[in-house]
């Protein structure tokens, strides 16, 4: 499976955005790149995800470099909640891979008032 | 909707014991994965259920089995503990259809020392 490298941890203050990079350079043409977050004392929860396109939701972007070897997820305007260790977790294309996620370490966000 | 509960929440038990944990999906979901999380690490993937058949394991020992049951919740059994099975068990449910790409709802966990 493909792995992905991302920072071990990275400061935001509070209510600027915040960019996080995870390098996949050997993801496959039909990887899909998901991105969850662990609060606290708490599962994982879904944050976004993506093939080729960047892509937008209420809760941050994501953006994928031309060649998809790396991606940044930016969160725009980070909270005190926003505190988390965010996964960069590639997926396979294909039914039998599905749900089999192979989590790295994460990078741990610590935002300050 | 209810979200992904996980009974107990805590749990003690010596090397040796056997340990159930269990699981309920969220309504509408037929796969669920099980995951561990040791301390200050990622969760690793132990296996996962679909339609009540195993679909796939991680680098997990057979002494590592689960249960899914028609109504979609499911257990995980832990034979003959180990000190190094202390960790926080996570189960994910998800629905698997036409577009494959669902999101994963991870349930609190259960944490698990073994003394």
């Known amino acids: 499976d493909a792995k992905t490298t991302q920072p071990n941890s990275m400061e935001s203050n509070e209510e600027e955005p915040v960019h996080l990079p995870c390098n996949h350079s050997?993801?496959?043409?039909?990887?899909?790149i998901h991105w969850y977050r662990q609060l606290p004392s708490q599962g994982p929860e879904y944050v976004i995800h993506g093939l080729t396109s960047n892509v937008n939701n209420r809760m941050a972007s994501l953006a994928i470099a031309e060649d998809r070897k790396s991606s940044t997820l930016i969160l725009h305007r980070a909270t005190l909640r926003d505190a988390a260790v965010y996964y960069c977790?590639?997926?396979?294309?294909?039914?039998?891979?599905?749900?089999?996620?192979?989590f790295g370490a994460g990078t741990q966000v610590v935002v300050t008032p | 909707e209810t979200g992904v509960t996980q009974s107990p929440t805590h749990l003690i038990k010596t090397r040796g014991q056997q340990v159930t944990l269990r699981c309920s999906s969220q309504?509408?979901?037929?796969?669920v994965s099980w995951y561990q999380q040791a301390l200050g690490q990622g969760p690793q993937f132990i296996f996962q259920?679909?339609?009540?058949?195993?679909?796939g394991r991680g680098n997990f020992p057979p002494r590592f089995s689960g249960l899914q049951f028609p109504n979609y919740s499911s257990e995980l059994n832990v034979n003959a503990l180990e000190l190094d099975d202390s960790a926080l068990y996570l189960c994910?449910?998800?629905?698997?259809?036409?577009?494959?790409?669902?999101?994963?709802?991870f349930g609190p966990g259960t944490r698990l020392t073994v003394t």
């Open positions: 259920y679909y339609r009540e058949e195993e679909n």
């Open positions: 050997t993801i496959s043409g039909t990887d899909y």
């Open positions: 309504s509408g979901h037929n796969t």
């Open positions: 977790i590639l997926l396979g294309g294909t039914t039998d891979s599905w749900g089999k996620f192979q």
């Open positions: 994910a449910s998800s629905s698997r259809g036409r577009d494959r790409v669902y999101e994963q709802y």
